[in-house]
């Protein structure tokens, strides 16, 4: 057999992702049980529509295109009036006074990593992430010889320490990442451990020559539930940038936009932005979607109906209850992260499967001894779902 | 000092590409002279309105946008039903059988190439390329390692040499990448030749661990004029790959819709496949953008005026010859190649410059002694540009 791929990709391939195992497992459990007795908390596919201006958006836009250059290229870095009115939005939402070239609009918040990640990482360049942890972010930075290195939390709440992240601070760390309300656990860090972590990086930063970034990625920035804000991190260190996307707020994930701030109060932020800009071109992304950029720019201020996902949260917090599950009700995002009863969540999540219920275990995410539901999913599943996890919890 | 971003990418920054350099000067230039004065073939953004059923579909996509999952996630190697489109289109033109599973759709052709680069390329391995080339080709493949090794073709045709390139490979060769028809050249590579290429390929390939693929890389393929038609690649050799996008055949540059296309017969296809497909997300695509896939599959029989372009080429190849200028009249794509008088394409730019005309030297593309004029301007600008370019050859 000729050796068609690089070796790398072939390795990360053999240990395909907890999220598609379990995906291609939800797969033959529909096939065998009938896709109704399947109770799928595998993906966050955000299954609300996108807000109903979407469609008068969307008409106009149709309008729009046939003109010359209506879908044509633009600025690597995006629509400036894109830009601008982002930068509006961001100045308000994070308490920095932004223009439109301190932004960038990229292809997602993953775009964003990327294209982040390529502008400042060297070969060996850690980054450091709080475990739980999306797992994709091995891949974002490590295309570049870039190492993520997590740094476990402590259960059953994964409360941000900074001290304990700083402990793993080494000569080649250039960034922490952040990523609040989080993915896998819902947790939304408080602005007094923020602080406390944007200040010891700031004095870190004083004496290195490479310094280290806070890179906040908020693609679930939203979804804060039971009155709960989402505090800004762009102002807490000018050594802050913060990613995103539309893909949740506005169930837009299939069209791809999301943008990459940076705090203008950085020493060489102008550097940094012509970077990010030029990787995004050079990657290939080489604009964000225009379509899509033009979209999210007539919907900044609106959002999906976030209630929807609220009363699905209370739900799942009842159903967990009920089966006797010891987790932490998420403040935010649409993830729930309990403890797998015995500890073990490879097992507790073939105990699940034999129920109908596919979860993914928290190893997949850096943090066995865990499960993850996701809520992006009907209510409806959530309720019909209650016997079968009462069942497996047995 | 301190150093936000990584080294390789400040030294790229450094020696901005010849094109961004003569964009700049072109506002520099319309500045001073205003805008009316300033005749700019430096960038190919495509023009002319993309076909007007784009309106048409842009409204029922309105309608559908709104519904649950109507912009969401979908799977990262496209919608099942785009993919399964572009197989039958592909299959047709390209002369043989694919199946919507031989067809990843991407970020445009710049996201298929990287995203086929990072599956394929170890560090160190080699890309040939005929020059002159497009110049972001040594970025798509320099981000993972690769390095991209230019190879000489002979002027004032630059006509593909099978021989020249073969001599370069070595045991770190990895890809071949054709660009047919070419920028910026615009010539169309014969058949008998590319099947001279590919027989040659496919022996080294026999006794080869680690074959050389060979990449067409077609953007252009519809711009072919004076009756000539684009062989196809794909049925050459197992190791064929086609990568294209919509970008300039439907004037949706900025939507960032492309494919990757892997020849069926390819020993191991379905790695292949499923490496793209995973780099693909890996690298923070995730996906094509999904307005720009369902808008490319209602067009794929369509295309923008080609008349236009045509047009655009005769006037332009009036307008040279008229000021002197040596070059091959382009049977495709919509660029001219010159030779810039007295050898030094840069000098010659100056002087250009100096007439409100702005041209990229051929360096730029690894060819110095000839400039690149793009054609993708009103027709006007062209005629207008007439005694300008007189005046600048005198």
Chains 1, 2 share one sequence.
């Not at 995006?78 to 920095?96: C, M, N, W």
């Not at 102008?270 to 990787?279: E, K």
């Not at 033009?294 to 209630?307: I, N, Q």
């Amino acid at each position: 057999m000729k050796q068609l791929i690089a070796r790398d990709i072939a390795d990360a391939m053999a240990n395909a992702s907890w999220i598609r195992r379990m995906f291609e497992a939800g797969n033959e459990l529909r096939k065998a049980r009938g896709p109704e007795n399947v109770f799928d908390f595998s993906l966050g596919n955000p299954d609300v529509p996108p807000p109903a201006q979407a469609r008068d958006v969307l008409h106009v836009l149709a309008e729009d295109a046939v003109r010359p250059c209506g879908l044509g290229y633009m600025p690597n870095a995006g629509l400036p009036e894109f830009r601008a009115a982002l930068a509006r939005r961001l100045s308000e939402e994070q308490g920095v006074a932004l223009e439109g070239e301190h932004v960038v609009a990229t292809v997602g918040a993953a775009g964003a990593l990327v294209a982040f990640f390529r502008a400042v990482l060297e070969r060996g360049d850690e980054v450091l992430v709080p475990a739980p942890y999306f797992v994709e972010y091995g891949f974002y930075c490590g295309h570049f010889g870039g190492v993520l290195k997590p740094v476990p939390m402590r259960g059953p709440d994964f409360a941000l320490e900074p001290e304990t992240l700083l402990a793993q601070v080494t000569d080649r760390t250039r960034a922490i990442l952040l990523n609040s309300p989080n993915n896998p656990t819902g947790a939304i860090y408080p602005a007094e451990t923020l602080r406390r972590l944007a200040a010891a990086v700031d004095r870190l930063n004083a004496t290195r020559e490479r310094p280290i970034f806070i890179l906040s990625d908020e693609p679930y920035r939203v979804f804060a539930f039971d009155g709960a804000e989402v505090p800004p991190v762009l102002p807490l260190s000018p050594w802050a940038v913060v990613l995103g996307s539309f893909s949740k707020s506005l169930s837009l994930a299939g069209e791809r936009v999301g943008y990459v701030a940076v705090n203008p109060a950085m020493e060489g932020v102008d550097t940094l932005l012509a970077a990010v800009t030029m990787t995004n071109r050079t990657l290939g992304y080489v604009n964000a979607p225009i379509l899509g950029q033009r979209l999210a720019m007539a919907l900044l201020d609106a959002r999906v109906d976030l209630s929807v996902y609220d009363a699905r949260r209370r739900a799942m917090a009842r159903v967990l209850t009920e089966a006797g599950l010891r987790f932490t009700l998420p403040k935010g995002a649409f993830y729930f992260f309990p403890e797998a009863p015995g500890g073990d969540d490879v097992a507790f999540c073939g105990k699940l499967l034999e129920h109908g219920i596919i979860a993914v275990p928290g190893r997949g995410f850096g943090m066995p001894g865990y499960i993850r539901l996701c809520c992006a999913v009907d209510i409806g599943i959530i309720e019909r779902a209650a016997p079968a996890f009462r069942e497996a919890c047995r």
